[in-house]
């Protein structure tokens, strides 16, 4: 499903296929690769604990807001969530838009024993086999930016890969396309993809729809405690928060209170 032109989402998915297009990096060789390498952790097993888990972010800067905590240790900030009770950690590698790389990925997933999301703009298998590589354990696929059969062909390769995927919808009609590929974990974005506008209602009417045996995760605009209380008694297994936790100035802290809301 597309979106409305000139959407933030437009411009920064157009930015990713342009660089894939110029990719001339062998798909065969970096799948034998991926291949090699030992089994990931399990995401959404972590996910699903008594309780509200949180998936915490590391997150540089924001494309709306500029920087957040640009000179963030990505080692220190990891442990400093898992302390506080984060059940996974999400790491932002798109450097243009968010000022995340790789780099920050590995250097988190090293300094904890968490399962670690690649939060990126998935375009190309190598997006995916890039992941792996890079030592993630679960990717994001986000329905809006693909095809139906992008979707079918990277979530059918993260499978393969031992990835797991976060689809990311944002309404009825995506959540569909989600279920029909056989997606186990689904987040809903709660920030509108044409005014950029968090919209807390959304969350509530899509939990409602989400089958019981699918983890539900929702995402963006987590406010602190009392959203996150909602948010759980709204169906949510987990909430993926990034700018509440950054700027906080006590990340441990402010995951803890997160999960304390339930």
């Given at each position: 499903m597309s979106v409305g032109n000139g959407t933030y989402l437009d411009r920064i998915i157009a930015e990713h296929r342009a660089r894939a297009l110029v990719d001339q990096r062998p798909v065969e060789q970096l799948l034998t690769e991926a291949m090699l390498l030992p089994e990931t952790r399990g995401f959404r097993s972590s996910l699903?604990?008594?309780?509200?888990?949180?998936?915490?972010?590391?997150?540089?800067?924001?494309?709306?807001?500029?920087?957040?905590?640009i000179d963030l240790n990505p080692s220190v900030l990891a442990r400093e969530y898992a302390a506080g009770g984060a059940a996974?950690?999400?790491?932002?590698?798109?450097?243009?838009?968010?000022?995340?790389?790789?780099?920050?990925?590995?250097?988190?997933?090293?300094?904890?024993?968490?399962?670690?999301?690649?939060?990126?703009?998935?375009?190309?298998?190598?997006d995916i086999l890039d992941a792996r590589i890079m030592g993630a354990d679960a990717v994001l696929l986000i329905v809006a930016a693909l095809s139906k059969e992008e979707l079918e062909r990277f979530f059918s390769l993260s499978c393969e890969l031992g990835l797991e995927a976060l689809v990311e919808i944002h309404d009825e009609l995506e959540l569909v396309a989600a279920?029909?590929?056989?997606a186990e974990l689904i987040g809903v974005n709660q920030?509108?993809?044409?005014?950029?506008?968090?919209?807390?209602?959304?969350?509530?009417?899509?939990?409602?729809?989400?089958?019981?045996?699918?983890?539900?995760?929702?995402?963006?605009?987590?406010r602190g405690p009392a959203d996150a209380a909602t948010l759980h008694q709204a169906g949510y297994a987990a909430i993926l928060v990034g700018e509440t936790l950054v700027t906080s100035g006590d990340a441990s802290a402010a995951v803890a209170a997160l999960r304390e809301a339930v």
């Open positions: 699903n604990q008594p309780g509200l888990s949180v998936i915490a972010e590391i997150k540089r800067r924001s494309p709306s807001k500029g920087d957040l905590f996974c950690i999400s790491v932002l590698t798109d450097e243009a838009n968010f000022a995340g790389s790789p780099a920050d990925l590995e250097l988190a997933r090293a300094a904890v024993e968490l399962p670690v999301l690649r939060k990126d703009f998935t375009v190309h298998e190598r279920l029909e590929i056989g920030r509108d993809l044409i005014t950029f506008e968090v919209d807390h209602e959304r969350a509530a009417r899509m939990a409602a729809l989400i089958p019981d045996d699918v983890t539900a995760v929702a995402e963006s605009g987590v």
